[in-house]
């Protein structure tokens, strides 16, 4: 069964600080994993992907996530935080070949950054 | 140019009414869904279409019925609505045969009252 897990409801952070949103997947196959940013009253906004190669990505922003398949984890990072990062991150999963056309989401992060 | 673009972005109507959402895509993109964002922010897929063919049908109510005229549209109409069926609704598209992201729509905030 295909599944993503995010056990963190709220994440809080200092402006300046490092932050980690914590993705945790299971896929019958392969997985591509995608992290998406939704700021209030808009659509989802793609951060970054991995897909095959360098276990650490980089996306827009300064984000970056690093897929670790012994530990089935796709946490995203980012070195300093920005009170303007402040929003809902879901980590989403493609299971690649058998439910390639299925995005699967994790139930959100609410990314809280204070000055 | 907006890659996936739906409408109406607020939608309210009486519960018995019925409603259509639209979207299109032009990123010519093969596979088009629709994604529910209930009050907690879950999204749950209910529908995708590749090639204008249904292959997702996620359990959804019958009163929800997706159209796909062709590859860049796919619009959904729902009958009979009930006062559970407000939420926010998602529009996305992707390529199957690629590694990409799907691309969101800005959303569809129906409130049926």
């Known amino acids: 069964a295909q599944s993503v897990a995010q056990p963190e409801d709220q994440v809080n952070v200092a402006e300046g600080n490092p932050l980690t949103v914590k993705c945790t997947y299971s896929v019958s196959g392969n997985p591509y994993l995608f992290w998406y940013v939704q700021y209030p009253n808009r659509g989802l906004q793609f951060l970054l992907k991995y897909i095959t190669g360098d276990n650490l990505v980089k996306g827009s922003y300064g984000f970056e996530a690093e897929f670790n398949k012994s530990q089935t984890s796709f946490h995203l990072k980012k070195p300093s935080a920005l009170v303007s990062d402040s929003a809902l991150y879901f980590c989403?999963?493609?299971?690649?070949?058998?439910?390639?056309?299925?995005?699967?989401f994790g139930s959100g992060t609410k990314l809280n950054v204070k000055p | 140019d907006t890659a996936v673009s739906q409408t109406p972005k607020y939608l309210v109507t009486q519960m018995g009414n019925d409603k259509s959402i639209k979207c299109e895509q032009n990123l010519g993109h093969d596979t088009m869904y629709w994604y529910k964002q209930d009050s907690k922010k879950f999204l749950k897929i209910m529908f995708s279409?590749?090639?204008?063919?249904?292959?997702i049908n996620e359990t959804v109510p019958n009163r929800f019925s997706p159209k796909s005229p062709d590859k860049a549209h796919l619009n959904l109409h729902i009958n009979s609505l009930e006062l559970g069926d407000s939420a926010v609704y998602f529009c996305a598209s992707s390529q199957s045969q690629r590694r990409d992201e799907a691309f969101f729509g800005q959303g569809t905030r129906l409130t049926v009252v």
């Open positions: 279409y590749n090639n204008k063919e249904l292959i």
């Open positions: 989403a999963v493609r299971d690649i070949p058998y439910n390639f056309n299925k995005f699967y």
